[in-house]
């Protein structure tokens, strides 16, 4: 086991659940956004992210350790490093600066970092590709979810709270 990697991508991992839950406030105007009946509860969203983040920094691993060169080490880390930005930058657009119609547009962005992962780990390792489909799973969700949220509660910019 090449632990260095491992380290890595666990830390990968750990950075990016544990921001997460740092930059996602759950407060008065959360609670008072209008949500669709098909929300999961909020307590379900750390134990979901939990499990898919730990998969898919088990990908990183493997599909590190596949990559023949370091041009292909390259390229796998780009990809995580792009996923890394593009999955901390939604919490706070949503949360801290109260756009959900902003954080749609960026979860598009961070819909394709992961179909990326889908696509291009494979031929490091098959298994790390398949890693990646519940975060997929969960971001294409995720999506849904953030689209009706900001149906519902459009339009945003014209908010008093957002001084």
Not at 50 to 60: E, K, P, Q
Not at 82 to 99: E, G, T, Y
Request: charged share 15%.
């Amino acid at each position: 086991m090449d632990w260095t990697i491992a380290l890595v991508a666990a830390g990968w991992a750990i950075i990016l659940g544990g921001a997460g839950g740092f930059l996602t406030e759950i407060g008065d105007w959360y609670h008072d956004l209008r949500k669709p009946s098909w929300q999961p509860p909020d307590w379900l969203f750390g134990p979901a992210w939990t499990v898919i983040l730990a998969l898919s920094g088990w990908s990183l691993y493997l599909a590190w350790r596949g990559a023949p060169s370091p041009s292909d080490k390259t390229i796998v880390g780009a990809l995580f490093a792009v996923n890394f930005i593009l999955h901390l930058a939604w919490s706070p657009l949503f949360f801290k600066a109260k756009r959900p119609d902003w954080a749609l547009v960026e979860n598009f962005f961070l819909w394709l970092s992961v179909l990326s992962l889908c696509v291009v780990l494979p031929a490091y390792s098959p298994l790390a590709g398949w890693l990646n489909v519940p975060y997929l799973a969960w971001v294409s969700f995720a999506f849904l979810l953030n689209w009706k949220i900001m149906r519902l509660n459009a339009p945003f910019r014209d908010r008093p709270d957002e001084a």
